[in-house]
């Protein structure tokens, strides 16, 4: 299977984006022996060209290529608001840069030449952030399709119920009726196909 048709699988795949030909070749060698998917890049455009953010994965970058260096695409990356974990490699070590990398989330910046061990298991803790990432994500988005199916009252009711707040409370803070509330609170929960306030919690923490 070619590295274009396994990207396509939806298994994680390490994105290796270097202009060094050899660079490309060890590393892509490493990660495949490793038993992982990898696909490489010449530079950081042709990489945002052909990447889909529906893609599990990683990048391992170059800090200094032409076009865009890792850092600008690390930032590019962020920008269009996809998460994918990034790992900065350099043959130019420099402080000042690793910290720009680290506060911009990367899980690593390995200076070359490193270590086998230690690339594949910083390759391995960006690949678990990705997939916790990407679980977070699809709870946030289900929850939010959940609760659009409240009404601007019932969310409001459901919002003080979250807060731990008795329907007598809420019935004064919204100035309606006890009864109107209690009718609010079981559409709530059938809406919701749940049955108990610590369920509405959860999924609303869930929520943006």
């Known amino acids: 299977m070619t590295q274009t048709d396994r990207s396509l699988t939806g298994e994680p795949t390490v994105f290796i984006i270097d202009d060094d030909e050899a660079v490309r070749d060890a590393l892509s060698v490493l990660v495949e022996v490793a038993g992982l998917s990898v696909r490489t890049f010449v530079n950081a455009l042709e990489f945002l060209h052909r990447y889909s953010p529906e893609q599990p994965g990683c990048v391992v970058a170059d800090l200094r290529m032409p076009f865009m260096d890792g850092l600008e695409l690390q930032e590019e990356l962020s920008r269009r608001g996809w998460g994918l974990p990034v790992i900065i490699i350099t043959a130019h070590g420099e402080v000042s840069s690793a910290v720009t990398a680290f506060r911009s989330g990367a899980v690593d910046f390995l200076e070359k030449p490193f270590d086998d061990g230690v690339f594949l298991r910083r390759i391995h803790e960006a690949l678990q952030r ?38 007598k409370a809420i019935a004064i803070r919204l100035g309606i009726g006890v009864r109107t509330v209690e009718t609010h609170r079981a559409n709530i929960l059938s809406k919701l196909d749940i049955r108990t306030v610590p369920e509405l919690m959860r999924l609303w923490m869930h929520t943006p």
Do not use: F, I, T, Y
């Open 130 to 167: 990705d997939a916790h990432q990407r679980r977070d994500r699809s709870a946030a988005e289900s929850a939010l399709a959940k609760l659009a199916l409240l009404s601007p009252r019932e969310r409001d009711v459901a919002a003080l119920m979250v807060e731990g707040c008795a329907n």
